[in-house]
């Protein structure tokens, strides 16, 4: 069964980093393009990036643009998130998913597998 598993996420300043990994297992990461998602509360679950499978073309939110970098390691299986220069309103769960047919990567609803998500919290 795939699993998608989130971790790094935490506490941290406003300015501050932090670096988000998504390990995966019984599917091989590279043959799928990886999302980033994230939900604050009260809020709908919100787009922050991609990275395209094969080529590893990445694609970011506005919100996001300039301060967060996904990148993907095929020997480890894994994507991360980057995030720098975070802000108060980047607090939220994030999400990593994967989509195997490699479109709509800024829509939810196009991925196939979902990460149990990890909570990032930036205080002002």
């Known amino acids: 069964q795939v699993q998608l598993v989130e971790s790094g996420g935490g506490l941290v300043q406003s300015g501050g980093s932090l670096r988000l990994s998504c390990l995966a297992s019984d599917v091989t990461l590279n043959n799928y393009a990886m999302g980033w998602f994230r939900q604050a509360p009260g809020k709908e679950r919100e787009f922050v990036g991609s990275?395209?499978?094969?080529?590893?073309?990445?694609f970011y939110s506005n919100s996001v643009k300039g301060r967060f970098t996904i990148s993907r390691d095929n020997a480890k299986n894994t994507v991360s998130l980057q995030m720098s220069s975070l802000k108060p309103e980047d607090t939220a769960v994030y999400y990593c998913?994967?989509?195997?047919?490699?479109?709509?990567?800024?829509?939810?609803?196009?991925?196939?597998?979902w990460g149990q998500g990890t909570q990032v919290t930036v205080s002002s």
């Open positions: 998913a994967a989509n195997g047919r490699g479109i709509g990567l800024s829509n939810a609803d196009a991925y196939d597998y």
């Open positions: 990275i395209s499978r094969y080529i590893g073309s990445t």
